[in-house]
């Protein structure tokens, strides 16, 4: 369906059917509706929005739909996100994804989450012994550059 026949169909259902409509379509094809789309559901101006989002950048991704789920699990397993984890796990396997690929998916994503943090600790440090000229004192430790 093209992107102008969704929003003819949008205003001619009205926002709360089409909500109620896509929460359904949501729950059938992954199992279950994530609780922020029930939230947002409340204010179906607000969930079709964030959906109508979503819905253009997976339709025109070039990326299989399986890889699309893959790196929402990441990111997802990166934000420490417990439900979008889960979320993710489940439209992975629905997608095709394989139990090796979703725990190889999970320890990249922990390899790439504790690179993240060590490169801002450790910038923020050289910046900081750098501001002070080397010659840091932190709790009696002298930090040098």
């Known amino acids: 369906m093209e ?11 009205g926002t709360q059917k089409t909500a109620e409509d896509w929460l359904k379509a949501i729950n059938v094809e992954y199992g279950k509706v994530p609780l922020i789309f029930e939230r947002m559901a409340e204010r179906p101006e ?19 739909p399986k890889v699309v789920e893959l790196i929402s699990l990441a990111v997802g397993a990166s ?15 629905k997608k095709g994804a394989t139990r090796d690929e979703i725990l190889e998916v999970i320890l990249i994503a ?26 840091c004192d932190v709790d009696g430790v002298h930090l040098e550059e």
Do not use: P, Q
């Not at 607000?46 to 299989?64: C, E, F, G, N, Q």
């Not at 922990?110 to 010659?135: F, I, K, P, Q, S």
């Open 3 to 13: 992107f102008e026949d969704t929003l003819e169909k949008i205003v001619e259902r």
């Open 46 to 64: 607000v969930l079709i929005s964030h959906l109508l989002y979503k819905s253009a950048i997976t339709k025109t991704s070039k990326l299989d």
């Open 79 to 93: 934000l420490k996100c417990r439900h979008c984890v889960s979320y993710h796990i489940g439209a992975a396997l």
């Open 110 to 135: 922990g390899l790439t989450a504790n690179a993240a943090v060590l490169a801002n600790a450790y910038r923020v440090m050289h910046d900081t012994v750098h501001e002070c000229g080397g010659t």
